[in-house]
């Protein structure tokens, strides 16, 4: 499969191989799909911001939505949290909206090299708060700036503050299993 080499070629791409791809700067930029265990804590995510003031107001949690972070990085977070007025904004602007908070689910097969690479851009954009949740070793790393991290396990909250101050969860509520 021939990748494609300019941006333009890259947006009308459809891989169609199971794989998620992002653009860096005249490089795609191949990931796992999602696993199981993944969708369970995406969905989970998902319920607990149904009941927060900012989805009230119109905020979304938008899955693998691709976000310009600049005029050559395109990328695919997780979740990407953008407020009712980054969205109302967004029909009347040729600005794409950044939003300021990423949710990364981080799997085994990642490059810890590239997953930096995306934390250092995210937060050179607008992004105020990037979550790294690493299912399989129990943990989540709360990014508030790039030396500003918070490593939460068990019973530790993770919050979104300062963007969502109302969106927190134990790690362990984060990761338990549907029974």
């Not at 990085?73 to 602007?93: C, E, H, K, V, W």
Request: net charge negative.
């Amino acid at each position: 499969m021939a990748l494609p080499k300019t941006f333009e070629e890259f947006l009308q791409w459809d891989a169609a191989d199971g794989f998620k791809y992002e653009w860096n700067d005249g490089e795609v930029i191949r990931f796992e799909k999602m696993k199981k265990k993944h969708l369970v804590i995406i969905r989970r995510l998902q319920q607990l911001f149904f009941g927060t003031v900012s989805f009230d107001k119109g905020g979304a949690f938008i899955m693998e939505q691709d976000v310009m972070l600049t005029g050559i990085q395109m990328r695919r977070p997780d979740l990407a949290y953008f407020s009712g007025n980054q969205i109302d904004d967004s029909t009347s602007s040729d600005e794409e909206p950044i939003p300021e908070f990423i949710i990364e689910v981080v799997s085994p097969t990642d490059d810890a090299i590239k997953v930096e690479e995306k934390l250092a851009e995210y937060f050179k954009s607008t992004v105020k708060v990037v979550w790294h949740i690493y299912p399989e070793n129990e943990v989540v790393y709360v990014y508030t700036s790039r030396k500003l991290v918070k490593i939460c396990t068990d019973n530790d909250i993770c919050s979104a503050a300062p963007v969502l101050t109302d969106f927190n969860i134990s790690v362990n509520d984060l990761l338990a299993l549907p029974v």
